[in-house]
């Protein structure tokens, strides 16, 4: 008898358990079910921002290939852009780990390229926009040249003058750029044993410009991109932004070549090929790619 009152109890114990885990068993299978459409789609957004990455790219390079200057400061800076755009897209053609922060690498090393390549545009754009200028002045004056000797020889002479200005300018310009990796004794080493870089250059003479004092910051590249700097408080102003800087010194320009160095602490840097940049007046001075081992 008492066998027979306990098998009800047993059996509804029975069912409850079989539904139950009928319902983990669903919940589990949506959860994983969603998990998997959530890894697709992250995959998905991944994907789509690495062919977004490399159009953007390619399209750089298009433009970059497309910029064309008679300026030979100009030209050999695009030439290092170049080379530059040409090593990022190999980069990522060969990358494998695809990730966010891999896209906010790239994202960041586009930006920079893209930056730069703006200004150079804006600055070719500026020179021949002068050089339009120039030439419609020069028209004019062979126009007043036919009038009188006296005209043609004043007209020759402003002409000649306002050649001279526009291809001196005002700007000051560097050249000569180097980059020693040097110990505490200022005795050049390997780079991973360096203590400090020393960024030598010559400031060129320019007649037209304003002498005083001039301060010349550097920025000294390593070969991620990134700008080698010992303090976030170091920064000027270059077209309205805050660039980041490696060191600073100002000097006395009087209108004469002045060979110059600057030295910035370091510690712990990898060999590969460093860009610096050196601003003067608020303008790109000169700039050079140095591979140090």
């Not at 170049?82 to 960041?108: C, F, I, P, Q």
């Not at 160095?261 to 001075?285: F, M, Q, R, T």
């Amino acid at each position: 008898m008492e066998a027979s009152n306990n098998e009800p109890g047993k059996g509804k114990g029975y069912k409850l358990g079989v539904i139950i885990l009928s319902v983990v068993i669903a919940v589990v299978t949506v959860l994983f079910i969603m998990n998997i459409s959530s890894m697709k789609e992250e995959q998905k957004q991944l994907t789509a921002q690495k062919e977004m990455i490399q159009t953007q790219l390619s399209e750089t390079l298009v433009s970059l290939g497309d910029l064309e200057t008679s300026n030979m400061e100009i030209s050999d800076s695009l030439n290092i852009e170049r080379h530059r755009a040409d090593s990022l897209m190999s980069r990522m053609r060969k990358e494998r780990n695809w990730n966010a922060n891999t896209v906010r690498k790239y994202k960041k090393e586009l930006g920079t390229l893209r930056s730069i390549m703006k200004k150079y545009v804006e600055q070719i754009k500026e020179l021949n926009d002068k050089n339009v200028v120039l030439s419609e002045e020069n028209l004019q004056y062979r126009s007043e040249i036919k009038a009188t000797q006296h005209r043609a020889e004043l007209a020759e002479e402003k002409t000649k003058e306002l050649n001279a200005k526009i291809k001196a300018g005002e700007m000051l310009f560097v050249t000569n750029i180097s980059v020693e990796p040097i110990n505490s004794r200022d005795r050049k080493v390997r780079i991973r044993r360096a203590d400090k870089l020393r960024v030598d250059f010559t400031l060129l003479a320019n007649s037209i410009a304003q002498p005083g004092e001039r301060t010349i910051y550097a920025r000294v590249m390593d070969p991620s991109g990134y700008v080698i700097s010992d303090s976030q408080s170091k920064v000027f102003d270059f077209e309205g932004n805050k660039l980041p800087y490696s060191e600073s010194r100002t000097v006395d320009y009087a209108n004469k070549d002045i060979n110059v160095s600057i030295y910035h602490p370091c510690e712990g840097l990898e060999k590969g090929a460093y860009i610096v940049e050196l601003y003067v007046d608020g303008s790109l001075a000169g700039k050079n790619e140095i591979v140090l081992k």
